[in-house]
């Protein structure tokens, strides 16, 4: 998923136009549209969004885990929801992240093919949990407390 490599390459040909049917059976084709709209994922301000891109995201939340894990984290990246499904994603990803990352330090982004119900999985798991309505926030509490509520009941 090289963004500027395709979108020169779609500009000089038909070959990265695709076809897809859609659920009623209805064909539509569809050209730089399935690179362009990825990309902001990368890049929100293509669209106007002032933003960090996903990978940006990523590094941050590693650099605030504890430095002995940071080297586990960086190689256990692990995309889940339907928005993962975008093919070349994982790849984009962990190029991107190895940019970022410290010298030496091996990215690995893994994509499980059940990723697109991945979250839904968890959250149907964990909900099924005896101890899972130990686990609620309310409201009062999170004010109270702030952040740290979520440690207190969930670990």
Known sequence: MDFEKELATSRESL????QYELP???VITIGTGRFKCPEILFDPSKVG???CGVHDIVLKSIRRCDMDIRRDMYGNVVLSGGTTMVPGLADRLAKELSSLAPPGVRVRVVAPPERKYSVWIGGSIL???STFEQM??????YMESGSSIVH???F
């Open 15 to 18: 070959e990265l136009d695709k």
């Open 24 to 26: 009623d059976g209805q």
């Open 49 to 51: 969004i002032e933003s």
């Open 127 to 129: 909900a099924s949990l």
């Open 136 to 141: 609620w926030i309310k409201k009062e509490e």
């Open 152 to 154: 207190m009941k969930c």
